[in-house]
């Protein structure tokens, strides 16, 4: 089964640094690209980052939002995308889902896990 | 960037239509073909819908379909049914590697 689990979530305090991860399954993990997308409690989807496959580079792009602050990584080894969050503000509260690539249409996401939860407060 | 414009609510009782809107500008709806479509029911992971506007993957029925013209985009459920009852978001490609979500629609089925 295709499948994408995030872990990593929980409560930190404010400036406070954390990361999350995303385990795939089911698939070849390097032939995609990865994003992340966060929502709110009670808002709508945010999209925070996009990492290409190895094969393009694994170059990285992110919203302007967390820019400098948020990084996104992969280890091809472990089928594990990585985002790593540092100074962390109140408004980053949310759910965080990563999602992957379609093959067909690269700028649709296919396969969503089921988001790991981040609070940011004192 | 901001959020695609959709409308908070839109509801049709079983059996009948109803149409999403999603408008943007042209850097992002306008400016491309990828618009995509997302169904997200409550606690629930975002779904994938619809992709390049108007194409339904694998598995979605086909009373699901999409358009755009200009900055706005389009959703339309033909024969509403219960379990159409979501939340439902677009999603456009902006250019260099970036993307922008509408602020999400709740259908409602009466």
Known sequence: EVQLVESGGGLVQPGRSLRLSCTASGFTFGDYAMAWVRQAPGKGLEWVGFMRSKTYGGTTYYAASVKGRLTISRDESKNIAYLQMSGLKTEDTATYFCARAYVTSWPAFDIWGQGTMVTVSS | ?110
């Not at chain 2, 959020?3 to 809107?21: E, F, K, Y």
């Not at chain 2, 975002?46 to 339904?56: A, E, G, H, L, T």
């Not at chain 2, 033909?78 to 509408?102: N, R």
């Open chain 2, 1 to 110: 960037q901001s959020a695609l414009t959709q409308p908070r609510s839109v509801s049709g009782s079983p059996g009948q239509s109803v149409t999403i809107s999603c408008t943007g500008t042209s850097s992002d709806v306008g400016g491309y073909k990828y618009v995509s479509w997302y169904q997200q029911h409550p606690g629930k992971a975002p779904k994938f819908m619809i992709y390049d506007v108007s194409k339904r993957p694998s598995g979605v029925p086909d009373r699901f379909s999409g358009s755009k013209s200009g900055n706005t985009a389009s959703l339309t459920i033909s024969g509403l049914q219960a379990e159409d009852e979501a939340d439902y978001y677009c999603c456009s490609y902006a250019g260099s590697f970036t993307w922008v979500f509408g602020g999400g629609t709740k259908v409602t089925v009466l």
